[in-house]
């Protein structure tokens, strides 16, 4: 088996940060989870949590892969309830048609114009942030995004005009 | 029977509704694509409104905070437990994610934008890359 | 029975629908299927912790959230490739 390794090695300070982050996330969770502030809790917890916290920073090491959000991406994720709900009201629109009506909903694969970008942990991030947001909301179910055509594959159970950011 | 239990009461039928509709739709549909339309549905709007209905009840307790914490990872996961499904299931069906899609704007359904039903010829084939 | 058992029974009620698909569809109806009778799950632990009052029951549809989503994968993965 060979592990993928960055060109240069991560820089130690960095490493110690993502560690450090990953510990106080998980800890947060182990006290919501346990619900106890005792002495004896907390240490096993914090044994937990650095355990998963070397394996959460470690992996993505190994992989040679990182993240990179940006804050406007997270700002565009404000309007997704509102997809959804809309969504799951055309949905079971279709459904009710095909039931009462017998028709049979107007899907099928879709190719929306969504640019690859870069393959950067920015471009990285950016394409997966678009898949999951597209996928999310009951209408539409995203194949991926073909860096050959610049389009982003979807399944539409009732196909609209609708097109991706 | 207090404010919080009516509203409680309300968002859990809400959510049973909800699931009922959806599993119906699960049964009904004819393929898979279909299908995997109505687990949105059960997988990530359902599951808020129940979650909203245990924080009208209990208010913030441990209780809820689990159970927001489940969802957290349902809702992050759910889409893209979706977008791997559709995307074995086209390239099982079609040898490649990327064949017989329509381009945007070019109509609604037709040969190129519905899925070839498995005991015909793939009329697609012209389409696939590589 | 308060309201949370009772909307916990329709939900498993609502799972024969995905039952039926599982056993009657192809493989892949049958993966489509099992990820919502695996949600729905989800939230019958839940409405049934909270029914019957025992916090230590929420534990288990944490683990369950986070598992679904791997055993799901473990599916997809499968059929796209070997089965």
């Known amino acids: 088996m060979t592990s993928r390794r960055p060109p240069g090695k991560a820089p130690f300070a960095r490493r110690a940060g993502a560690w450090l982050a990953w510990w106080v996330l998980l800890m947060s969770f182990w006290v919501i989870l346990d619900d106890s502030i005792a002495t004896d809790e907390l240490l096993a917890g914090a044994a937990a949590a650095a355990a998963a916290a070397f394996l959460a920073e470690r992996v993505p090491y190994q992989a040679a892969s990182r993240v990179r959000i940006r804050a406007r991406w997270l700002a565009q994720a404000l309007g997704l309830p509102g997809q959804v709900a809309g969504d799951t009201v055309i949905v079971f629109a279709a459904l009710w048609r095909r039931l009462v009506r017998g028709e049979e909903p107007p899907s099928g694969f879709r190719r929306l114009p969504v640019r690859y970008g870069d393959d950067t942990p920015g471009g990285r991030t950016r394409r997966a942030l678009l898949i999951g947001s597209k996928s999310i909301a009951p209408n539409s179910i995203a194949a991926g995004i073909d860096k050959d055509t610049d389009t982003m594959v979807i399944h539409q159970l009732v196909v609209n005009e609708g097109e991706a950011e | 029977m207090t404010a919080h239990g009516i509203v409680a009461d309300v968002l859990l039928g809400l959510a049973a509704a909800v699931v009922l509709v959806s599993s119906a739709g699960i049964l009904i549909m004819r393929d898979a694509y279909q299908k995997l339309h109505y687990v949105a549905p059960v997988a990530v709007v359902a599951p808020v409104i129940v979650a909203l209905a245990v924080l009208v009840q209990s208010g913030w307790t441990e209780n809820s905070g689990e159970t927001w914490l489940a969802l957290l990872f349902m809702v992050i996961g759910g889409p893209f437990l979706a977008h791997a499904t559709i995307r074995a299931a086209r390239i099982r069906e079609e040898g490649d994610w990327r064949s017989g899609a329509a381009q945007s704007g070019a109509g609604r359904g037709g040969p190129q934008g519905r899925p070839p039903d498995r005991h015909q010829p793939d009329r697609d084939a012209g389409d696939r890359d590589g | ?83």
């Open chain 3, 1 to 83: 029975m308060n309201s949370f058992v009772i909307a916990a029974i329709v939900m498993l009620l609502a799972a024969i629908p995905c039952g039926i698909v599982v056993v009657r569809g192809t493989a892949m109806d049958a993966v489509v299927a099992y990820e919502a009778v695996s949600s729905i799950v989800f939230m019958v632990l839940v409405l049934l912790a909270e029914g019957f009052r025992r916090s230590g029951e929420f534990e288990l549809p944490v683990h369950l959230a986070v598992l679904l989503f791997g055993s799901g994968l473990v599916f997809v993965r499968f059929l796209e490739r070997w089965l």
